[in-house]
């Protein structure tokens, strides 16, 4: 590629992800309602024809702001685990609702607003499986369950994260719902080591 090919892809990725970025901001700010396409255009100074040349429409606008959500869901929850050795479970449920109380309008798209990322297939996106994979590290390796440990870990943090949200369940009984869940799924001790 030339140097002029070179620095247009620069450019390219550049927009994409000021446009990105955008979105993610202008959402956390004012809601996803307030995301449209004028608006973006509006705030990157881009014309609405450079936001299509970028994305199709505002579905596909939330899918890359999900599909970097889960990028830094996945820094955040290997960040917890890895400081917390002697409880890496508990310090990873904890993060993960943290993030989705600290980041309301990201955890939407990542797990409410229609997107095209698939989860659990031969298609998910890496920042996804690398995401699941922090779960599933929890669980002891010779565990051959561990993976649907960490789906059902997965979903009952998703619920209490949303059911939180609304105020349907109230915030004061998170550390409760949190010792619930790591005493019922944890089984994060290593195998008895035959002795030598």
Do not use: M, Y
């Given at each position: 590629m030339s140097a002029t090919g070179e620095r247009r892809e620069r450019d390219r990725a550049h927009r994409h992800q000021l446009i990105i970025t955008a979105a993610r901001d202008l959402a956390?700010?004012?809601?996803?309602?307030?995301?449209?396409?004028r608006r973006l255009a509006e705030r990157v100074e881009y014309s609405q024809p450079v936001l299509y040349s970028h994305f199709d429409g505002k579905d596909a606008i939330v899918g890359a702001v999900a599909l970097a959500g889960f990028d830094d869901l996945a820094t955040h929850?290997?960040?917890?685990?890895?400081s917390a050795p002697d409880r890496p479970l508990r310090a990873l449920c904890r993060a993960y609702l943290g993030f989705a109380t600290e980041r309301p309008a990201l955890y939407q798209a990542m797990f409410i607003l229609p997107t095209d990322l698939k989860f659990a297939s031969t298609e998910t996106?890496?920042?996804?499986r690398a995401a699941f994979d922090e779960f599933v590290s929890c669980f002891r390796p010779d565990n051959e369950r561990r993976e649907l440990f960490a789906e059902?870990?997965?979903?009952a943090l998703?619920?209490?994260?949303?059911l939180s949200d609304s105020g349907?369940?109230?915030?004061s009984g998170q550390e409760q719902r949190l010792d619930f869940l790591v005493d019922?799924?944890?089984?994060?001790?290593?195998p008895m080591q035959a002795p030598t």
């Open positions: 956390e700010t004012e809601g996803w309602d307030a995301v449209t396409t929850l290997r960040h917890a685990r890895q996106p890496p920042p996804l059902v870990l997965w979903s998703h619920g209490i994260a949303v349907r369940i109230p915030l019922r799924l944890a089984d994060t001790t290593p």
